[in-house]
Each structure stands twice: as structure tokens, then as C-alpha cells.
């Protein structure tokens, strides 16, 4: 199986200014995607995808492939990830080059292990699914058969539909919540079905204390925490 490992890293960093170049623990943020996924053994291909000749730099720097430089239009605070990867994967089409699945690394997850990546692949490749997505689960006070949503009227239901929720903590469904480290997707699901998820989704569970997806600066504060604790 070929895989595109892409790094989507636009420059208009609102939370954050220029979050993705800022120094975490000694490292511009890029750095530690970049590394993980140059380590990883079932990447076929690594490339930056931005709008910014800064993080360009920088990501050559870091050594990762920046062949092309991101249309504006897919750089707005409103673009969503979809069309992003779907320029990729036709950039490397029209040069004749086609993939058979997309790795997105999205480098707000500094604490994303290569093992992670490799192990997504796999099970993408073993399970025939349409995409592999690294969850954490839900703890169990947060899970479906204990939410209620409020209704127009005052009065509530539970989010599952339900009449009544399950009793014992232990009869609870393990239930996952999408942690967005790593989505590797089959480029047909991609570009054919105009989705990162396809039909049929397959989970890789990492732990919550592994993870950390950098939004605003407490959770820069994490992340620089838990570095700090780890091998990374």
C-alpha cells in the first residue's frame, strides 16, 4: 500500500500567532510531526501542505518535501481539511504520481508517536475499512447512554434515543471520542466519495494522557507539561 503522509499547516494562526513555527520545548510545533512521521516505516511519501513561505522554511528545515506552495482560497480561517487533502492528492495525480491512501498529520498533535502512524496503516491495509482514526475513549459520566439533550419544551431525552438509560456503569458500551492525531484514508474514499471517513470507520485507541491537540495556549501549557514527561 502507498501512503501520502501530509502535514496540513496554514500561516493564519488565529489562537496562536504563527503556532505552527513557535518554539515547544526547544522545537518549532512542525518539528515533532515532521520527525514522527519521517520515522515512520509505511509512509510512502511525506509532504507539507501551506500557504506560508515561513512555514515552508521552516518545514524544509525541519526536512520535509514542500513542493508547492497552498491556493489561498484553501487557506481561510473557514476551509475545511477535506479540500485541503483532495489538493494534494490531485497535485500528485497530475504529475502521475496516485497513492492508495492519505495519512493527515495535523501538527497541533506534538505527542503523536510514529508507532501511532504505522499501526493506523496497518490496520487500515488488515481491515479493508475506508479510514483508520486514533480515538481516546469517552469517559464514562460523558457516554451516550447518560447525555441528555434539552428540549425546546424544557424537557429532556437521551442522546441515544432511548427511554431510560442503563442503569450500572459496567453494562456501558465502551464508547470513543475522535482524538484527530492520525486519519489515514483510502484516496478513492477521498477524492470519489468527498469524505475523510468513507462508510466504514475503523478505531485506533490511543491513551488521553498521550495526547494533546494545541488550540489555544493552556493547551500549549499541556503539551509542554507532558513533553517534558515523555521521550519525545
Not at 480561517?77 to 494534494?88: G, M
Not at 475506508?130 to 441528555?148: G, K, L, Q, Y
Amino acid at each position: 500500500m502507498t501512503v501520502l503522509g501530509l502535514i496540513p499547516a496554514r500561516g493564519g494562526s488565529k489562537g496562536i500567532p504563527h503556532k505552527n513555527i513557535r518554539l515547544l520545548s526547544g522545537k518549532p510545533l512542525l518539528q515533532y510531526t515532521v520527525d514522527a512521521a519521517r520515522a515512520a516505516r509505511r509512509l510512502t511519501h511525506l509532504v507539507l501542505s501551506t500557504d506560508d513561505e515561513a512555514i515552508a522554511r521552516v518545514g524544509r528545515a525541519c526536512g520535509v518535501d514542500v513542493p508547492f506552495l497552498r491556493p489561498a482560497e484553501l487557506a481561510e480561517d473557514s476551509t475545511p481539511t477535506l479540500p485541503v487533502v483532495q489538493h494534494a492528492l490531485r497535485w500528485y495525480a497530475d504529475r502521475g504520481r496516485a497513492f492508495d491512501a492519505v495519512c493527515l498529520l495535523q501538527p497541533t498533535n506534538p505527542l503523536r508517536r510514529t508507532s501511532d502512524i504505522d499501526r493506523c496503516i496497518e490496520r487500515l491495509e488488515d481491515s479493508g475499512a475506508d479510514s483508520v482514526i486514533t480515538m481516546v475513549e469517552v469517559p464514562a459520566e460523558f457516554n451516550p447512554h447518560w447525555v441528555f439533550f434539552e428540549q425546546a419544551d424544557g424537557s429532556v431525552r437521551l442522546s441515544t434515543g432511548e427511554r431510560t438509560p442503563i442503569a450500572r456503569r459496567q453494562d456501558l458500551p465502551r464508547a470513543l471520542h475522535r482524538e484527530g492525531s492520525v486519519y489515514v484514508t483510502r484516496s478513492r474514499v477521498v477524492l470519489e466519495s468527498n469524505s475523510l471517513y468513507g462508510e466504514r470507520i475503523v478505531p485506533y485507541v490511543v491513551r488521553g494522557e498521550d495526547s494533546v491537540n494545541i488550540d489555544d495556549a493552556a493547551d500549549w501549557q499541556i503539551a509542554e507539561a507532558r513533553l517534558a514527561k515523555s521521550e519525545i
